[in-house]
């Protein structure tokens, strides 16, 4: 019946694009879809239907986004609704959050995103639960946040890959430069859903939307030592974990150094141009924090055999099948020798993205899967046209050195099983990707303190 059915608003001047928002949720069960072409006809149907959750585009004629979520928000508080746009201002997000929108989703439309949050709205209002307004702001960093909260429930291992790549796909929307910090923050959040899983438990993780970062909130789960996680990560993390009496807050900001950069650049009142035809190149400092990061391996060091002992066959075909990933992977290689193409550096960025796919499911790789997926997008950005023959030969040699390195990692813990770290390699893997990157976009490697850190 109707009345059962979740009532959804499209509410957009385009009809290609309200056909492209009903065919992308068509899989998502008991949705019953009505459409608007301007703000006023937005605002009278939703006076006659009384739609559950409301898609909103803001430039539109007659009426816009702005006035008309205002209007219905005034009137029915309850109803969800959701901003589809093309405009990227972080003025705009805030001028709608302000007239009551609960949530934000850019053009084009990310299908897997979308689906996820009219899940989210959906389950929230299934669960009647209310909607957190700021006043019940959770994370203690700011109260600069969207009024609608995100819960995610981790009760399995599919949930903790689901959530880990969630959080990848929001942090490579705004950076897809590899980030030491956040590969640490990757390896805090498995270990803890992880020990949830372990001790029989469900953990419900909340989510606020700070615009361009968001705030992961959750309660600490027993038999979790709180002493144990500051001494383990709040040195490591510094000012982005908090934690206070039995709830921790976790912030992730990819746009933190960019920030930091501009506050420092209006200080001193410099604005530097990278001049790509001479040798004068930016600096990436690796200050103490960064560089103790890169040194040191997993607190809790894992043997190969008792690792490869608890996994099942089919993920042990999964890691044989990388041979042949392997073997193409030096092909594209000789090739790119031999003619350096846009084409084939896409190839062989297609190999680290199926790579980190199946490194990925071993659930107790996702920083090592994160930093191939960077690499991955980082070398798709490319334009070899813009490449001299020297930069071409390190950057065959670096991702040659890579490869190896892969192989060599799965040869150790999977076929010989002989290394008393499996996480031996990952803050090798991701330097050598920060390697790759300074080098391309001519940023050096400098350390803050004596310098003795060498990357290349």
Known sequence: MDSEKIKILI???????????????????????????????????????????????????????????????????????????????????????????NCYTKKPIDGDILKFKIKNLINIKNSKKSIFEKKDVLNPFSNEIRNLKIFSSIENEDDI???????????????????????????????????????????????????????????IPRNISINLIKDKYVNILEDDLIINERFVHLRIDPN??????????????????INYENSKHESLNINEHDRVLLRQSHIDKVHAKDFVAQMEGVIIDE?????????????????????????????ISNILSKYSSVINSLYSFMALSYGLSSLSVFLREIDTDSLDNSLNKNLINLLQGVKNDLMSWRVNIFEEQNTNDIHYLDSSLLSSCMQIESLLTHTDIKDDQENDLELF
């Open 11 to 101: 509410v957009d001047d385009i009809k290609d694009n309200r056909v492209i928002v009903k065919s992308t949720l068509k899989s998502i069960e008991n949705l019953k879809f009505y459409e608007a072409e301007n703000g006023i006809d937005a605002v009278e149907i939703t006076s006659e239907i009384k739609p559950d959750i409301i898609m909103m585009d803001i430039m539109m004629p007659k009426m816009d986004g702005f006035e008309a979520t205002k209007i219905i928000k005034q009137e029915y508080p309850e109803i969800f609704v959701m901003v589809i746009t093309a405009i990227e201002d972080y003025d705009v997000e805030k001028k709608m959050t302000e007239a009551g929108a």
């Open 319 to 347: 890691i044989h099948d990388l041979i042949d990933l392997e073997e193409h992977w030096g092909d594209y290689l000789d090739r790119y020798e031999s003619k350096a193409d846009t084409v084939i550096l896409i190839e």
């Open 256 to 273: 933190k150094n960019k920030r930091k950069k501009e506050n420092n650049e209006k200080k001193i009142n410099d604005s530097r141009v």
């Open 161 to 219: 890959m689901d959530f880990g790549t969630w959080i990848v796909d929001f942090y490579h929307r705004y950076n897809t430069k590899v980030s030491i910090k956040f590969h640490k923050k990757l390896e805090f959040l498995y270990k803890i859903m992880n020990k949830t899983l372990q001790n029989g438990e469900i953990l419900t993780i909340i989510i606020e939307d700070g615009f361009d970062l968001m705030y992961v909130n959750f309660g």
